[in-house]
Antibody
Framework: EMQLVESGGGLVQPGRSLRLSCEASGFTFDDYGMHWVRQAPGKGLEWVSGINWSSTSRGYANSVRGRFTISRDNAQKSLYLQMNRVTTEDTALYYC??????????????WGRGTLVLVSS | EFVLTQSPATLSLSPGARATLSCRASRSLDSTYLAWYQQKPGQAPRLLIYRTSYRASGIPDRFSGSGSGTDFTLTISGLEPADFAVYYCHQYGDSPPYTFGQGTKLEIK
C-alpha cells in the first residue's frame, strides 16, 4: 500500500525554525516528484513547495520563498521541509504529497495525513 | 500566477440531485493541467479528476469533469451521502506556483 507519513510538526515561536519530514512507502520514491501543501485552520489548500525526483528542480510559493527549503533523500525515501523565520501566517496542517510524474509539475495522486505546525509565542 | 475562482462557495442539495461546481481560471489554462480533489472533515484531500476529465482510480462514474480555456466544471450525478464534502480545483503544469481554488462546500439540504 502506498503511504506518506509526515512528522516534525509542533508548537514553535515566531522567528524560529522547524523541520518537517515525510516518509514514503509502497512505491518507488525516486521515480516521482514530491510536494508540500498546507491548510490553515478552517481555510483552503495552499501549495507550498515542490521538488523533482533528482532534486535538480525546486519551486516555492511566493509566501515562503527565501524562508523555506525543500529537500529529499531518495535513499531514505524521505522528503523534508526546512522552515526558517516562521510567522503566525505559517500556522497550518502541512501535507506531503506525491506527484503523478517525476518532474513535480503534475497533479497530486497521494496525500499524507498531515503534520500540524502552530506558530505562537 | 494563475488565480482559480470557484463558485458557488456553498452548494446545498439533496441526495439524488445533480451538483455542478465551477472553477474559473484568471487566464486560459491548458485542459491537461486541471485537477479536482475531494476533502471530507478531518481527512486529507483525495484526487478525483485529472486532466480536466479523467477520473482517478476508484472514483465512481457519477463524477465527471469538463471544460476548457478559463471555465471548468465538476459534475456529480445522483448525489450520495458520502459525496457531501469540500471540493477544490487545482492547476498544475506550466511553471510554479501551482494554485488551488478556494473550495466549494457541498452540503446536504
Amino acid at each position: 500500500e502506498m503511504q506518506l507519513v509526515e512528522s516534525g510538526g509542533g508548537l514553535v515561536q515566531p522567528g524560529r525554525s522547524l523541520r518537517l519530514s515525510c516518509e514514503a512507502s509502497g512505491f518507488t520514491f525516486d521515480d516521482y516528484g514530491m510536494h508540500w501543501v498546507r491548510q490553515a485552520p478552517g481555510k483552503g489548500l495552499e501549495w507550498v513547495s515542490g521538488i523533482n525526483w533528482s532534486s535538480t528542480s525546486r519551486g516555492y510559493a511566493n509566501s515562503v520563498r527565501g524562508r523555506f527549503t525543500i529537500s529529499r533523500d531518495n535513499a531514505q525515501k524521505s522528503l523534508y521541509l526546512q522552515m526558517n523565520r516562521v510567522t503566525t501566517e505559517d500556522t497550518a496542517l502541512y501535507y506531503c504529497t506525491k506527484d503523478f510524474g517525476s518532474s513535480a509539475d503534475w497533479y497530486f495522486d497521494l496525500w499524507g495525513r498531515g503534520t500540524l505546525v502552530l506558530v505562537s509565542s | 500566477e494563475f488565480v482559480l475562482t470557484q463558485s458557488p462557495a456553498t452548494l446545498s442539495l439533496s441526495p439524488g440531485a445533480r451538483a455542478t461546481l465551477s472553477c474559473r481560471a484568471s487566464r486560459s489554462l491548458d485542459s491537461t493541467y486541471l485537477a479536482w480533489y475531494q476533502q471530507k472533515p478531518g481527512q486529507a484531500p483525495r484526487l478525483l479528476i485529472y486532466r480536466t476529465s479523467y477520473r482517478a482510480s476508484g472514483i465512481p462514474d457519477r463524477f465527471s469533469g469538463s471544460g476548457s480555456g478559463t471555465d471548468f466544471t465538476l459534475t456529480i450525478s445522483g448525489l450520495e451521502p458520502a459525496d457531501f464534502a469540500v471540493y477544490y480545483c487545482h492547476q498544475y503544469g506550466d511553471s510554479p506556483p501551482y494554485t488551488f481554488g478556494q473550495g466549494t462546500k457541498l452540503e446536504i439540504k
